[in-house]
Each structure stands twice: as structure tokens, then as C-alpha cells.
């Protein structure tokens, strides 16, 4: 693992404006917030990965929430998606804390590592596909630099589309719990922790606890 490469793809991917959509509204989500956040700063950038650079197991999500990631500064914290992605990480000793909501509040991944298709908040979360090819690089570069993947998990129809995409994989129907081999990684699908999948209970809790005992179950070592 070169330290090194993942830090400076990290400072390219916050300096990124590839896709000005994109750029000036997580500009615009950061200036104008909501109520409950008003007095709070927001990060308002592209948001990098992160995690242990000697993972095994690799987690990614759809985009940064508009005001969780985007205001936090780190993915998959401060909003009710990364609520429950903290606690099935520590349930199943991939964390070390059960909740992620701000930065330094002491939580740290365990053997495995963060990142999204997307590095900017999309309106209405829904990226185009013009955007999430535009972003797939960054996703490439770091399943470069990451040498100890063995498995992928892909939260949702679109990063699994974009995992699929860069790794050229055989395409296959996406479905929760559904795993795809590939030549060098194991892809785990799961549904997208998203309030729409958890308040509806297309997603509940065994299901999704499942993902993480499964995906350490299939570690070679």
C-alpha cells in the first residue's frame, strides 16, 4: 500500500470540479444549510474516502448525504444511512465506535474502507450518468492503491453498476445479498441504508447485519 498515492488522490478528489452541477450545489447546500444545521459549517466539497489503507474490505456507497457528508466532512456521517452502517461496522468489530457523526469523535474503521461512486451530494441524491462515469477514476485509483481488498461491498443498484463498470465484470441483475465473483474481488450486494429502504422495511436490520457477517466470512484469510 502506498500511503503516499492515497493522500495525494484524496487532496486531487476535494480539489475536484469535474462536474458543475454538482460542484455548485454542494457550494449552495453548504451557504444556505437547513434549520437544524444553520449554525453548524459546512464541508461543501467533494468528499474523499477513508478507512484503513490496509483493508480487506472495501464499502462503497451511492454519494456523500447533502447534510450529512457534505456537512461533516466524512462520509456516511452525521445522517440516519450512516447511523446504521456505524452500528452493523461495530456489531460485527469493524469500527470502533457504534455511531459516526462528526469528525474526531473517535470513531475508526477496522479492516475495512469508505468510499462512494460519487464524491459530491447530488440533488434529489440522483446522480446523472454523465457524473458517475466522471467520478469512476477516483473509485479506479483507489482500488489500486488498496492492495488488500478481497471484498467489495456495494450499497445499492448504482455503486454496484459502477464497481461492475471498472472491474468489467459480468453484468448481473442487482439484488440484496446477491455475490458476484470477479477474478480478483468478491462483490456483496446490499440495499442502500437509505431512510426510504429502513423506514419502509425493504431493509431491516437482520437483513442488513447479514451483509457485514457475510462479507467477513468470505475473507480468504
Known amino acids: 500500500m502506498n500511503k503516499t498515492s492515497l493522500e495525494y488522490l ?17 457550494r449552495k447546500i453548504a451557504k444556505t444549510k ?6 453548524q459549517k459546512y464541508w461543501g466539497k467533494p468528499l474523499p474516502g477513508y478507512g484503513d489503507i490496509y483493508a480487506q ?11 450529512g457528508g457534505n456537512r461533516t466532512g466524512r462520509m456516511f456521517t452525521g445522517d440516519s444511512s450512516g447511523d446504521w452502517l456505524a452500528r452493523a461496522l461495530f456489531k460485527n468489530g469493524l469500527a470502533t465506535k457504534p455511531f459516526s457523526q462528526y469528525l474526531g ?11 462512494a461512486a460519487v464524491r459530491c451530494a447530488p440533488p434529489k441524491n440522483k446522480p446523472t450518468n454523465k457524473e458517475i ?20 461491498i456495494c450499497l ?3 455503486a454496484f453498476d459502477a464497481v461492475c463498470n471498472i ?19 468478491t462483490i456483496l450486494c446490499s440495499y442502500h441504508p437509505s431512510r426510504q429502504n429502513t423506514q419502509t422495511g425493504r431493509l431491516v436490520w437482520k437483513q442488513w447485519n447479514e451483509i457485514f457477517v457475510n462479507a467477513k466470512k468470505l475473507l480468504k484469510n
Open 133 to 152: 462515469k466522471m467520478c469512476s477514476s477516483y473509485l479506479e485509483e483507489e482500488l489500486t492503491s488498496l492492495k488488500n481488498i478481497q471484498v467489495i
Open 105 to 115: 469523535d473517535g470513531f475508526a474503521l477496522i479492516n475495512c474502507y469508505i468510499t
Open 10 to 26: 484524496n487532496q486531487k478528489i476535494i480539489r475536484c470540479k469535474k462536474c458543475p452541477r454538482l460542484s455548485s450545489y454542494v
Open 167 to 185: 472491474l468489467k465484470a459480468k453484468k448481473v441483475k442487482f439484488a440484496h445479498a446477491q455475490i458476484v465473483h470477479h477474478s480478483k474481488f
Open 57 to 67: 474490505i472495501l464499502i462503497v456507497g451511492l454519494a456523500p448525504a447533502a447534510h
Open 34 to 39: 437547513v434549520k437544524r444545521f444553520y449554525n
Open 156 to 158: 445499492g443498484r448504482i
